[in-house]
C-alpha cells in the first residue's frame, strides 16, 4: 500500500541539534503534503514548545504533543484529544522527584511549571517553547491536572531511575500506579498516564483521516517513539538513534544532523 501519512518526532528528528528545521527539511515536508499526504508532527514536547514549528511547516493538521496526552489542531489550536495523569499519582511522581532532588518540568494545561525553579528549569523554557516556568502552585494543579511531569537531571541518574522504577518490558511503573515513563533525552525521564502513548494517538489522527496501518511512515530517534514505531506500517530510525529505537525500526535514514527525515520521505514517497 502507498503511504498516506507520515507521523515525524521533533527533536531528534526533524529538528537540528540547534533547534531548527532544515530547508531540506522543510521542503521535503511540503512537497510530501502536496501530494496529499498527512505529515503529523508527534514530539514529546508540549503544545508551547511545537506551535511555532507547527506554524513554520504551515501544514494545518493535528499535531501529537506530551508523548500523545494531548492533540491539538494547528490550524486553531482547539485541543482535540487530552488525557491527564491520575492526580494522586501525579502528586506521588512530584513528591518522589523532591525526595530525590530532582529538577521537576509540571505541564498542566499548557502551561509550565517548575518545582524548584532553578536554571535547569530556566534552561528547558528556553529550548521548549521559550517560556519562563512558574513556581508550582500544587493547589492548581490539583483542580487543573497534569499532562506529565518530567524529572531533569544527568544522564547517570535519568539512566538509574529509569531502571529502578521501570524493569518490565512493558514500561509502566510498579512504583506508580497507570503511570508510563519514558526517557525522551538521556537527560529527562517522563511520566503521564499509561493509557498515553504516540501510538495511540497516531491511531486516534489516522481514524480521523481514513488512514490504515499498512498506509503509515514513522521516523524517530529516541525511546518514547518506539510505540509510534510500532503503530506504523514502516517505521524509520535515524541515525543518531537509541539502539532501541535502530533495532525496531524497518529502515535507517541519516542523522537529524544531515536531513535523515528528507531523505527517508524522499525515498518513501518517490520525491
Known amino acids: ?10 527533536d531528534g528528528t526533524l529538528l537540528t541539534d540547534d533547534k531548527q528545521i532544515s530547508e531540506v527539511n522543510r521542503e521535503t515536508l511540503r512537497k510530501a503534503a502536496e501530494k496529499g499526504v498527512y505529515v503529523i508532527l508527534s514530539t514529546g514536547r508540549a503544545w508551547p514548545g511545537a506551535k511555532g ?29 487530552q488525557r491527564d495523569m491520575e492526580t494522586e499519582t501525579a502528586f506521588s511522581v512530584i513528591e518522589e522527584g523532591v525526595r530525590r532532588g530532582t529538577s521537576q518540568i509540571i505541564w498542566s494545561r499548557n502551561r509550565l511549571y517548575g518545582l524548584p525553579v532553578n536554571e535547569r528549569l530556566q534552561d528547558y523554557g528556553r529550548r521548549f517553547g521559550k517560556m519562563t516556568p512558574q513556581p508550582a502552585p500544587l493547589a ?54 499509561s493509557g498515553v502513548s504516540k501510538a495511540t494517538a497516531i491511531r486516534t489522527v489516522a481514524a480521523q483521516f481514513g488512514v490504515a496501518k499498512e498506509e503509515i511512515a514513522a521516523i524517530g530517534d529516541a525511546d518514547n517513539d518506539l510505540p509510534m514505531l ?23 535514514t541519516e542523522d537529524n544532523e544531515h536531513d535523515g527525515v528528507a531523505l527517508a520521505i524522499r525515498k518513501l514517497l518517490v520525491l
Do not use: C
Not at 60 to 68: A, K, Y
Not at 151 to 164: G, L, R, S
Not at 230 to 252: C, H, L, P, W, Y
Open 230 to 252: 510500532a503503530e506504523a506500517g514502516t517505521a524509520i530510525a535515524m541515525g543518531n538513534a537509541t539502539d532501541r529505537v535502530k533495532n525496531t525500526a524497518d529502515q535507517i
Open 1 to 10: 500500500m502507498s503511504i498516506r501519512m507520515i507521523a515525524v518526532d521533533l
Open 140 to 193: 492548581l494543579l490539583e483542580e487543573e491536572g497534569i499532562s506529565k511531569v518530567l524529572w531533569y537531571d544527568t544522564p547517570e541518574n535519568i539512566t538509574a531511575w529509569e531502571k529502578e522504577l521501570a524493569p518490565r518490558e512493558d514500561r509502566s511503573l510498579e512504583a506508580f500506579p497507570n503511570t508510563k515513563v519514558v526517557t525522551s533525552s538521556p537527560t529527562f525521564l517522563e511520566f503521564f498516564h
Open 53 to 81: 514549528f507547527a506554524a513554520e511547516l504551515g501544514l494545518g493538521l493535528p499535531v501529537i504533543t506530551s508523548n500523545g496526552a494531548m492533540i491539538v489542531d494547528s490550524a486553531t489550536e482547539e485541543i482535540l484529544y
